[in-house]
C-alpha cells in the first residue's frame, strides 16, 4: 500500500514540472519582457538548482528518514513556485527558478529510497515501472491542462501554472507523510550501516561512483544513454524536425503524445516480460532500441513525403527504450551501492545525469543552427553504441563480483515491514 501511494504522489507532484517548465521560457522572455537571456537563465538555474540539490538530498536520506526529506524537498519547491507569482523583477523570477530546481530535484533520491524500502525484491522492479510511467503521465497532464487556461499574453496569465505546481507539491508531501507514518526505517539504507567508518572517512556522493568499477560504468552507460535521448526529448530532435526535415510543428506535440501513450501501453508488459533478465543485458538492449530510432530518423531525411510520421515513429521508438531502461536503473545502483549509502549513490548518479542533460540542448544549437544537421544524427547514434559497449562491460565487471554473481537482477533488499510494502 505504501509503494501505491508513494507512486500516486510522485505522479501529483510532477503536474508542476508540466504546468510550468513548458511556458516559463515565452513568460520570461515575452509575456514579462525580461528577454531571452533571462529566460534562459530561467532554465539553467533550474538546472543548477537540481544539480546541487540531488547528491545532498541524497546523503541526508542516507542520515535521516527518508520521507521527512522528501516532504521538505517538496514543500520547498512549493514555496519557489508559489514565489514566483508575486515576482516583478528578473531577479525575483530567477530567485524562484532556483528554488523551485532545488525542492523538485532534492526529491527525487528520497523518493527513489522510499521506492527500494517500500518495495520487496520481486516487485522493485514493478515499482519503479509504475512510478516512472505516473511521473510522465503527472507531467502530461500538467502541460495539457495548464495548456487550457493559462493566457501569455498577460502578466498573470502563468499565475495558474505556478499554482498547479505548488498545490501538487504540497498534496505530494502529504501523501508521501500519511504512508511514511510509523515506518521503522530498515538498517540496510541507514547511514550508521557504514561500519568502521567515521563522518571524516566516508566518502563522498561521487566519490563513491568513481571508486566503484561496476558503478563507473552504470554511470556512462546512463550518461551516454541521458545525451542520447533524453537531452533532445524537448530540444534538439524537435529542432531538428522542424529545421531539417520541415514537418509540422503539430507533429511535435503528437510526437510527444505518441510517447506517452507507448510508455503507458507496454510499461505493465514490459516488465513482466523483462522480469528474469539481467540489468545489464537490458540496458545493452535500451542502447540498441536508441540506435535503431537514430537510424529511422536519419532515413527520414530520404523521405520526404513520409518525413513526419516517421518523426512520430521515432519518438515511439524510444518509448519502447524508455519502458525497459526505467525499472532497471534505479534498482542496479542500489544493488551496487555501498551499504547504507543508497541515497548518497541515487543523487551523485541523479545529479551526473541532470549535468549532462542541461548540455543537450545547447550541442543540439550550435549545430543545428550550424546547418550540421548529419554531424547531430551521427554524434547521437556513436553516443547510443557507446552505451551498448558500456553496458557490455558493465555486465562483465557485474559477472567478475562474486558478491552479486549469482544474484537475481536487482539484489533482495530486506524491509522491516513487507506486509506493507
Partial sequence: MRAKLLILASSIGMLGWGAVLPYQYAYAADTRGWGALVAAAASSLFSVGALVAAPIAGRLADRHNPVHVAVVAQLLGAAGAASLILADSPAVFLGGMLVFGLGLAAAVPAKQVLALEWSSADDRRKVFAYKFTGEALGMAAGAFLAGQIIDLGRHDGLDIGFLMAAAGFAVSSAIIALAGRGVRRSSEFAADAVAGLSDERRPGAFGLVFANPALRWTSVVMIALALG??????????????????????????????????????????????????????????????????????????????????????????????????????????????????????????????????????????????????????????????AVFAAWRLQRVIAAMPSVRHEPPTRPISVVDPVDA
Fill in 229 to 386: 535521448f533524453y537531452a533532445q526529448f524537448e530540444s534538439g530532435i524537435p529542432a531538428f524536425g522542424i529545421t531539417v526535415l520541415e514537418v509540422d510543428p503539430v507533429a511535435v506535440g503528437t510526437a510527444a503524445a505518441v510517447n506517452c501513450i507507448v510508455i503507458v501501453a507496454l510499461q505493465v508488459v514490459v516488465v513482466r516480460l523483462t522480469a528474469k533478465v539481467s540489468a545489464p543485458a537490458l540496458l545493452m538492449a535500451v542502447g540498441g532500441i536508441w540506435v535503431v530510432a537514430w537510424l529511422v530518423l536519419a532515413s527520414a531525411q530520404l523521405a520526404p513525403g513520409v518525413a513526419s510520421a516517421m518523426f512520430v515513429m521515432t519518438y515511439g521508438i524510444f518509448a519502447v527504450g524508455e519502458t525497459i531502461y526505467s525499472p532497471v536503473l534505479n534498482p542496479l545502483i542500489a544493488s551496487l551501492a555501498r551499504k547504507g549509502m543508497v541515497g548518497s549513490t541515487l543523487g551523485a548518479m541523479s545529479a551526473l545525469q541532470t549535468a549532462f542533460t542541461a548540455a543537450g540542448p545547447l550541442v543540439a544549437g550550435v549545430l543545428l543552427g550550424a546547418g550540421l544537421g548529419d554531424a547531430f544524427l551521427g554524434m547521437h547514434l556513436a553516443l547510443s553504441v557507446l
